[in-house]
């Protein structure tokens, strides 16, 4: 059974950062695409960054030059590091594991900036 457990969310004020965590455990984790979407109140879930296993990564306009998504294959976990954390970052944030035939969502995770 495949589980993807998040952690790091969280209340911080604007211009700060914050680091999101995905673990996921009954999968062979290295051969899949990793990423991170957000819902925000009112609005449907949207792409923040994807990394594919050779490494290359993608990123929504907003958060280019302030987000960065990185894996560890070795403890089958990826993370997004948040600097310069905007209000219009608020939102929900999901990791997601998928491939050509699979897909598989974490719980999600509250990050909340505001001062």
């Known amino acids: 059974q495949v589980q993807l457990v998040e952690s790091g969310g969280g209340l911080v004020q604007p211009g700060g950062s914050l680091r999101l965590s995905c673990a996921a455990s009954?999968?062979?984790?290295?051969?899949?695409?990793l990423g991170w979407y957000r819902q925000a109140p009112g609005k449907q879930r949207a792409l923040v960054a994807t990394i594919t296993p050779s490494g290359t990564t993608n990123y929504a306009d907003s958060v280019k030059d302030r987000f960065t998504i990185s894996r560890d294959n070795a403890k089958n976990s990826w993370h997004l590091q948040m600097n310069s954390l905007k209000p219009e970052d608020t939102a929900v944030y999901y990791c997601?594991?998928?491939?050509?035939?699979?897909?598989?969502w974490g719980q999600g995770t509250q990050v909340t900036v505001s001062s």
């Open positions: 997601k594991l998928y491939g050509s035939i699979l897909e598989h």
């Open positions: 009954g999968i062979t984790f290295s051969r899949y695409i």
